[in-house]
């Protein structure tokens, strides 16, 4: 059985998915809230929890050490699923302090790893690594001495090793320290499950063979990114499923709160948080793992979206629930706290972003590349072959028919029509086609028209209109949305009469796009107005040039005229022109092959996007505000490349995608607009008026034509519904 993409968690893959549950179950018996209320009610922390010995029998503490260092060499991939799982829990403890120390250990090239790890991974000892401001060293003949203060070092209080920032020459690198050599003092943590301590050390000597070669500042930062990010990951999930399912059982005014949008979008919101804080969280975790150039970069974004998206999540849990999520005895805070001592271990939001916005102004960029299974290279070859003919032909008009007649162009349809191809094959498809330079046709809404036909539609509609569509020779409207049915289609009010022959439709449609240019149009309209509001609806497909179709073009807030609405006056329509069977349009209109199509992107090309942005900022002295809010923008970027990522991966597994595209959806719908407002913004008085071959120019009309990103195709409302109904599974209004 295929699972819903909303379950699956950091990790993708099955085996991931596997150790997800396998700890969740673990953690669901074993870290019991009796033993949480225990734990919190207690006067002094212990060093171990009841259940430590346990989580010890996990095999979960070497997850990211490599097998030659005694590890089980998975990854800090799979250790964030780990993480994840047991985040759900808030549990007390040192695992988290302890395995962020091991990665960082293995990652390094010293003996010290060789001397420390065995007890950090049978659980024996203990340890935490201090992310604050470096200690003053000393050289001395042999070795060093090392002076400082950290304070909430996480763990710190019953570590038994001790991972310290140090200034030696002009970098900073992490030595290894006993904390029997230095002042180790319990400060009072938000966290009241898991504390913190300061650490201080008086010209404590160590020798070169305990400092931590191979890692710099960046690196270490970055393993912390991924290994706290993960537990927050885990945070974040519990706030989610909590505050959704509250929503769904407590009932005020007469319903569960659930039903008022006010809840059901902050819900929906704090599903989107999630989403975006998974990827980011994987990807950081996959570079790192890979060894990727731009692993640092990676982490460095997570660490700007993720622990504050943790923070917020919590905060809206706590709203959700009301007077109740502010009790002491109600769990919310623990989650709160927890999330505000892992995004305050990390250092300022400030910080975090703007080292995010100097790698991209210094022209670091990480592209979402997809790891494609191996089957992918034996398809490639195939394709290839066929492609490259096609690519061949210089006559643009050919080309296109050759495009069109082979099933490149919509490939997800079944043959002739497309290729019948799954996921994986329409990935390499579309790889292929932009390697080979060839340029496609642009369907628009024809897309959606050929998914219909093809899908509901009879042979002669398929022979007819679906094989010139995929030649680019028609050109589509779609006849959906009315003055009084906008987001809501099922409230039409366009009917339909039954005459010999065929149907007289009278009505009125609105925002139809390029219905001025259109040859045919998906029309649907009211053909049984006895029936219930979904049912009694006809699918059809409409000649433009039937007598009775009246366009008159709706000039817009750009000044140019997209948009339409046009008027139907006793349009005749034959009968061979239905889709699918009469009073059954609901259903093909929402049931069209469109669901199995891949898309790699789920960004607005058409308008502002990241390279734009990029543009904009390359030779710019911004400003402090200017570059904070860049690096904001560059972080959401790459979020809302790896949704993309994640969702086409997803696909590949089998899994249910159509909430997470949403997701994807309503990011990229406001993304563009984001970008589009920074650039007019930072332009000032120059972003008031359009200077030809200027950034103003471009920038203004971006700015203008983006506010209709996050209205049509369902605005930001009803995706926020849509989300909140079928991901979290809140009730509907």
Not at 223 to 252: D, F, H, N, P
Not at 435 to 448: H, R
Request: with cysteine; glycine share 12%.
């Amino acid at each position: 059985m295929a699972r819903n993409s909303y379950e699956l968690g950091v990790g993708l893959s099955e085996e991931h998915a596997a150790l997800a549950d396998s700890v969740r179950s673990f953690a669901e018996r074993t870290v019991t809230a009796e033993r949480i209320r225990t734990a919190v009610e207690a006067e002094t922390e212990a060093k171990f929890p009841e259940f430590w010995p346990a989580l010890v029998g996990q095999d979960l503490l070497g997850l990211a050490v490599a097998e030659q260092q005694g590890g089980l060499g998975a990854g800090l991939l799979t250790l964030a699923v780990a993480l994840e799982a047991l985040g759900r829990t808030a549990a007390p403890g040192p695992f988290l302090p302890t395995v962020l120390a091991s990665a960082v250990l293995s990652a390094a090239d010293s003996k010290a790893g060789i001397e420390v790890l065995p007890g950090l991974l049978d659980g024996s000892r203990t340890a935490a690594v201090a992310l604050g401001e470096p200690f003053h060293v000393e050289p001395e003949p042999g070795g060093y001495r090392l002076t400082g203060v950290a304070d909430a070092v996480l763990g710190g209080e019953h570590a038994d090793v001790l991972l310290l920032p140090a200034a030696i020459g002009d970098e900073t690198r992490w030595v290894v320290v006993d904390s029997a050599d230095v002042a180790v003092a319990a400060q009072d943590s938000i966290d009241v499950l898991r504390g913190s301590a300061r650490v201080q050390a008086g010209g404590v000597r160590f020798d070169a063979g305990r400092v931590l070669d191979g890692l710099d500042e960046r690196r270490v930062r970055s393993i912390a990114a991924v290994v706290l990010g993960a537990e927050a990951v885990g945070v974040m999930s519990w706030c989610v499923s909590t505050a959704s399912e509250y929503a769904k059982t407590r009932v005020q005014f007469g319903r569960p709160i659930g039903q008022f949008q006010g809840v059901k979008h902050k819900c929906a919101h704090m599903g989107i948080a999630l989403e975006k804080a998974r990827a980011v969280v994987w990807d950081a975790a996959s570079a790192l793992d890979s060894g990727d150039d731009t692993a640092d970069f990676a982490a460095d974004v997570a660490a700007v979206i993720v622990p504050d998206a943790a923070v917020r999540v919590a905060q809206d849990c706590i709203q959700v629930h009301g007077g109740i999520g502010f009790t002491w005895e109600h769990d919310a805070h623990l989650y709160y706290r927890r999330a505000l001592s892992l995004r305050g271990v990390l250092g300022t939001r400030e910080d975090r972003t703007n080292r995010v916005a100097e790698q991209a102004l210094a022209g670091v960029t990480r592209a979402s590349v997809l790891e494609l299974p191996d089957a992918a290279e034996e398809i490639r070859v195939g394709l290839r072959a066929e492609l490259a003919p096609i690519a061949a032909i210089d006559d643009e008009d050919d080309q296109l028919v050759a495009l069109g007649d082979g099933g490149w162009v919509q490939p997800h349809l079944p043959a002739p029509y497309g290729r019948g191809a799954g996921p994986l094959e329409q990935i390499v498809i579309a790889q292929e086609i932009k390697a080979a330079g060839i340029a496609m046709p642009q369907l628009l809404m024809g897309g959606w028209a050929v998914s219909a036909v093809v899908g509901h539609g009879s042979e002669q509609q398929k022979r007819d209109l679906v094989v010139p569509t995929l030649r680019g020779d028609l050109v589509w409207c779609q006849l959906f949305s009315e003055p009084g049915a906008g987001s809501d289609l099922a409230s039409l009010r366009t009917e339909a009469e039954k005459v010999d022959g065929g149907w007289k439709v009278t009505g009125q449609k609105i925002w139809t796009t390029v219905a001025q240019f259109a040859d045919w149009a998906m029309l649907i309209a009211r053909t049984d107005p006895s029936r219930p509001k979904h049912e009694g609806i006809t699918y059809f497909v409409l000649d433009m040039s039937t007598p009775g179709v009246t366009v008159r073009p709706l000039r817009e807030m750009t000044g140019s005229a997209l948009f339409n609405e046009v008027f139907l006056d006793g349009v005749f329509i034959p009968d061979e022109n239905v889709v699918g069977e009469v009073n059954d349009g609901w259903h093909v209109a929402r049931t069209t092959l469109a669901g199995e199509r891949v898309a790699l992107s789920q960004k607005m090309e058409a308008y502002a996007s990241d390279a734009d942005l990029l543009q904009f900022a390359s030779g710019r002295e911004l400003g402090p505000v200017g570059k904070y809010h860049f690096g904001e923008l560059i972080a959401e970027s790459q979020a809302v490349d790896l949704i993309g990522s994640r969702i086409v991966l997803k696909q590949l597994s089998g899994a249910d995608v159509s909430t997470t595209s949403s997701v994807g959806k309503l990011l990229g719908m406001g993304l563009g607009q984001s970008i589009s407002e920074f650039v007019v913004a930072e332009l000032g008085a120059a972003g008031a008026v359009a200077v030809p071959g200027q950034p103003s120019d471009k920038a203004m009309e971006q700015l203008i034509a983006g506010r209709a990103t996050t209205i049509y195709g369902g605005t930001t409302e009803v995706q926020l519904n849509v989300i909140g109904e079928r991901m979290l599974g809140l009730p509907r209004d």
